[in-house]
């Protein structure tokens, strides 16, 4: 198997990676691509998804299907993860997409998600580094944490806070009040406090799009440049900055905001205050982003299965 396309069907993104294999180990993107279709919406306090929202995932899969296709890859993996896990209607959404497009989604728990997302954001850059590493993906319906060295897993875990589900359930205006920024950080607490302790030496690896969102506007991006934010630090001091800015903007200012998606722009704040409060629960002075992800680990793992 030579090229494989990767889709991460999240709570509020769709991804693709394509990969094409040049050696035993190494590989080339041919394309990585990213989408907003928010297939979570609501799926927290109805646990359905809308049937908006299936529509939006399909039009998202049949354009990465064809993109896909011209590209002769070999095979395309789809897994599904926070929301299809939490979905009543997850095996109609499955069966939907797989009779119009023929696509088999496959849902992850969520110890698999941080399993792969732990592989994807490491390989091509950070693999030959022996030093403990905990890999932090902030979604969109939950956190998930990995820890290993270099792309050795030992453990992981996932817990139920994530940029969607928070802002659905806490900040209920714009800008939130005081009380629900409150309640949101003590919920937050209460799930870090569950995570487990990794060793004082630990790097952490921050993906998804809070953190890269994040270093887009810590920089003043007015276009997504993976060249600046693939490995860019986040400080910690530039997150808490970042916070109290945002904090204080309705959502009309947030929109007009470059470095922003206009669809991120009404949960941004939350999955910020779950970085900031992450920092604070392992006294970080930074994290170190990556683009990569869960795509990439689905991708490199079928890719190199043999």
């Not at 927290?44 to 049937?51: E, G």
Request: aromatic share 6%; glycine share 6%; charged share 20%.
């Amino acid at each position: 198997m030579n090229r494989v396309a990767a889709i991460d069907i999240g709570t509020n993104t769709v991804l693709m990676v394509v990969l094409e294999r040049t050696s035993h180990e190494t590989f080339n993107v041919l394309c990585d691509e990213h989408a907003i279709a928010r297939m979570g919406k609501s799926v927290d306090s109805q646990k359905i998804i809308l049937p908006e929202s299936f529509e939006r995932v399909e039009n998202c899969l049949l354009r990465y299907k064809s993109i896909a296709e011209k590209l002769n890859v070999d095979k395309i993996v789809v897994c599904g993860t926070s929301a299809l896990r939490d979905a009543k209607n997850q095996r109609e959404f499955i069966d939907y997409i797989k009779s119009r497009l023929g696509i088999t989604i496959q849902v992850l728990s969520g110890k698999e998600e941080a399993r792969l997302t732990y592989i994807g954001s490491l390989v091509g850059w950070y693999e030959k580094m022996n030093t403990p590493v905990a890999v932090v993906d902030i979604g969109g319906g939950s956190t998930e944490l990995a820890f290993g060295e270099s792309t050795r897993l030992v453990s992981s875990m996932s817990i139920d806070i994530g940029s969607v589900r928070i802002t659905e359930r806490y900040l209920l205006h714009s800008p939130p009040e005081t009380d629900e920024l409150e309640e949101a950080s003590a919920v937050i607490r209460a799930h870090l406090s569950t995570l487990p302790r990794v060793p004082i030496s630990t790097t952490f690896v921050g993906v998804a799009g809070t953190i890269t969102t994040l270093a887009a506007y810590i920089q003043n991006l007015i276009t997504f440049q993976t060249s600046k934010i693939h490995r860019f630090m986040l400080w910690k001091d530039k997150v808490d900055l970042a916070y109290n800015t945002l904090k204080d903007l309705p959502y009309t200012e947030l929109l007009s905001i470059p470095s922003i998606h206009p669809q991120r722009a009404d949960i941004i704040l939350a999955g910020i205050l779950i970085v900031r409060l992450l920092m604070e629960e392992y006294n970080l002075s930074a994290i170190t982003v990556s683009t990569q992800g869960l795509r990439y680990g689905l991708a490199y793992e079928t890719l190199f299965a043999d």
